[in-house]
């Protein structure tokens, strides 16, 4: 089968690799190349981790991927991947921090409880006031992000014959009998099937479909400079941390770029295309006081970097995977809502599975699961 794959970022990327493996002939479109500084898979790190509160899908999908990620390490020959481990952390009793312990557990993962002082003791660098116990899951790192998706394109186009081509697609005709793609530039792409992975920009090519499932939003992440000397804030000491009660993760020192610190609440509606990528001075000043709290040594820290990126978020949280409800061989696959990139390898072999029809769509992927209106379930 002839498969057109628009969007060659994490998702993408990792779909046209499961479908090449399973025979078929794979064309990769992408705007403005993989893992560009538009894309949701940009920027220099996301975070892997098996935790996900009660969310045992995840957790599955998770460690499965974490098996791949690690081959494409080696078949790259690139350090994509570091072992930090993750430290999920809450003010007492947090019902997420608790119920990852459970599901963890009961996957037979590694996963570890530190009491306040036990934390402490581990990371005397940070302040632990208010926190409740805090799980440690040892296996959890760091993925190098844009280099990832960059590798992963290369090595399936010299090894698995998947074409890949730089193209602006236009938005689609939903109302014609046939699923048909053109290029700004006057190109029709021939397909037997297409995958429609293209993230924020699914609501501009696919509207009826589409269109308020998924909501583009501007999301901050701040690179501070750690103290001169101080190897106690770099990725071989530390590892990365969410604390959920304030809506807060962060990444330690990794290649030297800075402490990165992220904020998980949802932002402003963002355009991909349009919007400018400046961050504002308000939350770098927020930020930096939240980090001085929680680790002192990072009081008045200097930004050394920053990055507006986004989140393309469903109503719930969880993924698109799902037809297009007009054309059967037209699958559309997006709304990472800010935790899909470390999925990448799963949910492509899902898809793969999806179009030879060896697996059904999952309720909670499908499109009619999804609203207009934000409940967000997934952390």
Excluded at 51 to 80: K, N
Excluded at 340 to 361: D, M, T, W
Aim: glycine letters at 10%; a neutral charge; one cysteine or more.
């Amino acid at each position: 089968m002839n498969i057109l794959v628009i969007g060659a970022g994490v998702f993408g990327a990792w779909t046209a690799k499961f479908l090449a493996d399973g025979g078929h002939t794979v064309t990769l479109v992408d705007a403005f190349g993989p893992a560009n500084g538009r894309a949701s898979s940009a920027d220099h790190s996301r975070v892997i981790r098996a935790g996900y509160g009660a969310d045992e899908i995840y957790s599955r999908w998770a460690t499965e991927s974490l098996t791949e990620w690690q081959w494409l390490c080696e078949v790259s020959g690139q350090a994509l991947l570091a072992r930090t481990g993750a430290l999920f952390m809450g003010e007492p009793d947090n019902a997420y921090v608790l119920d990852t312990h459970r599901t963890l557990g009961r996957l037979g993962l590694a996963v570890e409880l530190l009491q306040p002082a036990q934390l402490q003791h581990r990371l005397p660098h940070m302040a632990t006031e208010g926190l409740g116990v805090a799980l440690f899951e040892p296996n959890a790192g760091v993925l190098r992000a844009r280099a990832s998706v960059q590798a992963l394109v290369g090595v399936i186009v010299r090894s698995a014959g998947v074409s890949y081509v730089q193209a602006q697609v236009e938005p689609v005709d939903e109302d014609a009998s046939t699923c048909r793609i053109h290029s700004h530039d006057g190109r029709e792409f021939e397909a037997d099937a297409h995958v429609f992975a293209c993230g924020p920009w699914l609501p501009k090519l696919l509207p009826h479909a589409v269109g308020p499932r998924i909501r583009a939003t501007r999301q901050e992440v701040l690179y501070f400079g750690v103290p001169p000397g101080d190897a106690r804030f770099s990725a071989s000491r530390m590892p990365v941390w969410i604390d959920f009660t304030a809506g807060v993760y962060g990444i330690p020192d990794l290649d030297a770029l800075g402490f990165k610190v992220g904020i998980d609440r949802h932002g402003p509606s963002i355009d991909p295309d349009a919007a400018d990528r400046v961050v504002g001075p308000e939350l770098v000043e927020t930020t930096r006081q939240w980090i001085g709290r929680r680790f002192p040594a990072m009081h008045n820290a200097p930004l050394v970097d920053a990055r507006v990126c986004q989140y393309e978020n469903t109503s719930s949280g969880d993924f698109i995977v799902d037809r297009h409800p007009a054309w059967p061989t037209c699958w559309i696959v997006g709304g990472g809502s800010g935790h899909g990139f470390k999925h990448g390898p799963a949910l492509g072999r899902h898809v793969a599975a999806l179009i030879a029809g060896s697996e059904g769509v999952r309720e909670r992927f499908r499109l009619a699961s999804k609203s207009s209106r934000a409940s967000r379930a997934v952390y």
